[in-house]
C-alpha cells in the first residue's frame, strides 16, 4: 500500500513538473509583454511593477496591428465560410450517390490530402497570380477553400452516412426541391461535424504561415503573423513589441481553445481514427 | 429511367461542382502542374522553357550538396521525432489516464502548447532561448541553460527538437488517451489477478490493445515531420550557415529567394512527395501487419 503511494506521488510530481514545463513559455511571453525592456532586461522571472499596456498600444499604433488582426479575422471567417458551404454540399451528395463518378470524385478528393503543401507551393503562386487572386486577402481566403475543401468533404462524407435518409424521402415526396430541402433539413443536421471542421480550420488559417508569405506582399495586406514575423526579422529584436504581437496572435486561438476544448479534442480523434 | 440518370448525375455536377473547382485551380491542377515543371528548366521569369527530361533530378543527386545535406538533417530529424514523439506522448498519456481527479487538468494543460501555430512557438522559444536562459544560466544555479542554444549547430539541432515535442506532444497525447480508454478494464483486471505488475500489464495487456492508435501517430508523425519548417524557419533560419537547413528550406530557397529555378525546386518538390510517400506506406505495411497479429 505504501509503495503504491510514493508511486502516485511520483506520477503526480512527473506530470507537474511537465505541465510547468508546457506553460512556462506562454507564461513568460506574456508576463513580459506587460513590461518594458529595461524592466524585463533585470529580469525577466520578476512580476511586472505595474500592469501596463503601453507595449500593446504602441503595437497598435505603431505596427498597425489592428488592420492585420482584422485581415487575420477576414481570411479566417470567409474562408471557413467558404469551406463549410462548399464541402457539405460535395461531401453530402458524394456520400448519397452510388456509382462509379461519385466514388472516383471522393477518391480524388481524399487522395490529395497526402500532398504536401511544399509541393505544390511553387505551381500554386503561378496559378494565384494568373487568376489574380495573389496579394489580396479576399483572394487567399478563396485559395484556402480550394486548399481545405478536401478535408472538410471527407469528414463531411463520414457523417453524412449516420443520418436516416428517410428523412430525405418524405421531403421529396412532399415536393421540396432538393437544394431547399438541402439547406432547411439537412444542413441543420450537420452542425455537430460543421462545429468540429470550422473549429479546426480556424485552427489552420489563423496560425497559417507559408501560404500568406507567399501570397501577400503589400504590407496593408499583412495577416496578424506576416507582421509579427517582420518584426522578428529586424535586426535590433524589439522583443517588448514582439511578446505583444505574439501574445495577441496566441490569444484567440487560446480563447476558442477554452470555450471549445471538447470539439477540439473529439474532432483530433474523430480526424485520426477515420483517417 | 434514362431521363432519371441523366437527372441524378446532375444534380451530382451541381453539389460537387462549387467544391471541386475550387480544389482543382488550387490543389489538382498545381499538383499536376509541379509534375510537369519538373522536367523543364523553367525559371520563373523566361517565359520560354523547354523540356529537359530528367536532368534536374540528375542535377539535385549529383550536383548539389546543399540538398543532400537538407535530406540527411531532415531525415536524422525525422528519425528523433518519430521516437521521442511517440514515447513521451504514450508516457504522458499513460500517467494522465492513471489520475482520477487532476486527469482533465492535466490533459488542457499537456495539450494547450498545440494550439499555438508552430512559427508562433518558434519565436516564442526563441525569446526563451536567446533571452530567458541566459539570464537565468547567470543569475541563478541552473547554469547548463547558458549554451548558444540558436547559434551553435550542435545545441540547434537540440532546440529544435525541444521546440517541435514542445509542440507537438499534445496532439498524440489525445489520441492516446482514446487509444486508452479503449482498453477493456476487465483485461487489466484479469493480469492483476494472474499476478502481473504493473509493467507486465502495460507490455501484454495495454500495449497490444492501443497499437491502432499507435499506426495512426507514426502515421501522423512521420507525415509531419518531413515536411517541417516552421520550426527551423523562426529558430535558427536554417543556420548557422546551412547546418540546420531542412529539406522544405531548401526547396523555399531555391524557388523564392536565390534563382528562381522554378523547374529545378519542382523536381525536389516531387522527392519531397516521393519520400513521403515511400516511408509513409512502409510504415503503414509495418504497423498494419503488426495489427492484425495482436
Redesign the interface.
Known amino acids: 500500500m505504501r509503495r503504491n503511494q510514493v508511486l502516485s506521488w511520483g506520477v503526480n510530481l512527473f506530470l507537474t513538473v511537465g505541465a510547468l514545463m508546457a506553460m512556462f513559455p506562454i507564461y513568460m511571453a506574456i508576463l513580459n509583454s506587460f513590461k518594458s525592456d529595461g524592466e524585463m532586461f533585470r529580469s525577466f522571472i520578476a512580476l511586472p511593477q505595474s500592469i501596463s499596456f503601453a507595449n500593446y498600444r504602441e503595437a497598435f499604433v505603431r505596427l498597425d496591428m489592428l488592420s492585420s488582426s482584422l485581415n487575420s479575422a477576414t481570411v479566417s471567417i470567409l474562408g471557413i465560410a467558404g469551406i463549410l458551404l462548399c464541402a457539405s454540399l460535395a461531401g453530402y451528395k458524394l456520400s448519397r450517390t452510388s456509382g462509379r463518378i461519385s466514388a472516383f470524385l471522393f477518391l480524388l478528393f481524399v487522395s490529395s490530402m497526402l500532398v504536401p503543401f511544399h509541393s505544390i507551393m511553387i505551381p500554386l503562386t503561378r496559378m494565384a497570380k494568373a487568376l489574380h487572386v495573389s496579394g489580396s486577402i479576399y483572394g487567399l481566403s478563396v485559395i484556402y477553400i480550394g486548399l481545405g475543401v478536401n478535408m472538410a468533404v471527407f469528414l463531411y462524407h463520414g457523417f453524412v452516412k449516420s443520418i436516416p435518409r428517410e428523412l430525405e424521402e418524405a421531403a421529396y415526396i412532399d415536393g421540396c426541391s432538393e437544394i431547399k430541402m438541402y439547406f432547411q433539413i439537412i444542413f441543420p443536421l450537420l452542425l455537430p461535424i460543421t462545429v468540429t471542421i470550422a473549429i479546426l480550420d480556424f485552427l489552420w488559417i489563423w496560425n497559417d504561415f507559408l501560404l500568406p508569405l507567399i501570397m501577400i506582399t503589400d504590407a496593408t495586406h499583412y495577416t496578424l503573423i506576416l507582421s509579427t514575423n517582420v518584426l522578428f526579422g529586424e535586426y535590433n529584436k524589439e522583443w517588448s513589441l514582439i511578446l505583444a504581437s505574439l501574445v495577441l496572435t496566441a490569444v484567440p486561438v487560446l480563447l476558442i481553445f477554452s470555450f471549445f476544448q471538447r470539439y477540439i479534442m473529439e474532432g483530433i480523434t474523430e480526424g485520426a481514427v477515420k483517417g | 429511367m434514362n431521363q432519371n440518370g441523366f437527372r441524378?448525375?446532375f444534380?451530382?455536377l451541381?453539389?460537387?461542382a462549387?467544391?471541386?473547382i475550387?480544389?482543382a485551380?488550387?490543389?489538382?491542377?498545381?499538383?499536376i502542374?509541379?509534375l510537369y515543371?519538373s522536367v523543364t528548366n523553367w525559371n520563373g521569369l523566361n517565359p520560354s522553357y523547354r523540356f529537359v527530361g530528367l536532368e534536374n533530378f540528375i542535377e539535385l543527386f549529383t550536383d548539389d550538396p546543399y540538398f543532400l545535406d537538407s535530406i540527411w538533417f531532415t531525415l536524422k530529424y525525422v528519425i528523433c521525432m518519430v521516437i521521442f514523439q511517440n514515447v513521451i506522448a504514450l508516457l504522458?498519456a499513460v500517467?494522465?489516464e492513471?489520475?482520477r481527479k487532476?486527469k482533465g487538468l492535466?490533459?488542457?494543460?499537456?495539450?494547450?502548447?498545440n494550439?499555438?501555430?508552430?512559427?508562433?512557438?518558434a519565436?516564442?522559444?526563441?525569446?526563451?532561448f536567446t533571452?530567458?536562459f541566459p539570464?537565468?544560466a547567470e543569475?541563478t544555479v541552473l547554469t547548463f541553460l547558458g549554451q548558444a542554444w540558436v547559434g551553435d549547430p550542435k545545441y540547434s539541432f537540440l532546440a529544435i527538437l525541444i521546440v517541435s515535442l514542445?509542440n507537438g506532444v499534445?496532439?498524440m497525447m489525445?489520441?492516446y488517451l482514446?487509444g486508452l480508454q479503449g482498453v477493456p478494464q476487465h483485461l487489466k483486471e484479469a493480469a492483476v489477478i494472474d499476478g502481473a505488475n504493473i509493467y507486465q500489464q502495460f507490455w501484454h495487456v495495454t500495449l497490444p490493445m492501443i497499437t491502432?492508435a499507435i499506426t495512426?501517430c507514426l502515421?501522423?508523425t512521420l507525415?509531419g515531420a518531413?515536411?517541417v519548417?516552421?520550426v527551423v524557419f523562426?529558430l535558427t533560419g536554417g543556420g548557422p550557415g546551412r547546418s540546420t537547413q531542412v529539406?522544405?528550406m531548401n526547396?523555399?530557397e531555391e524557388?523564392?529567394s536565390n534563382n528562381y529555378r522554378?523547374g529545378y525546386?519542382?523536381a525536389k518538390?516531387?522527392i519531397?512527395?516521393l519520400i513521403?510517400?515511400i516511408f509513409?506506406i512502409i510504415q503503414l505495411r509495418l504497423t498494419k501487419r503488426k495489427e492484425i497479429e495482436s
Open positions: 441524378k448525375y444534380s451530382l451541381a453539389f460537387v462549387p467544391a471541386f475550387l480544389y485551380l488550387f490543389l489538382l491542377i498545381p499538383t502542374n509541379g515543371y504522458v500517467l494522465i492513471s489520475r487532476s492535466f490533459r488542457t494543460l499537456f495539450f494547450m502548447p494550439m499555438l501555430s508552430l512559427i508562433i512557438s519565436f516564442m522559444w526563441t525569446f526563451i533571452q530567458v539570464q537565468l543569475k514542445w499534445g496532439y489525445i489520441i482514446a491502432h495512426i502515421f501522423l507525415n518531413f515536411k519548417y516552421e523562426g529539406i522544405t526547396i523555399y524557388a523564392f522554378y525546386a519542382s518538390s516531387v519531397l512527395f513521403v510517400l509513409t
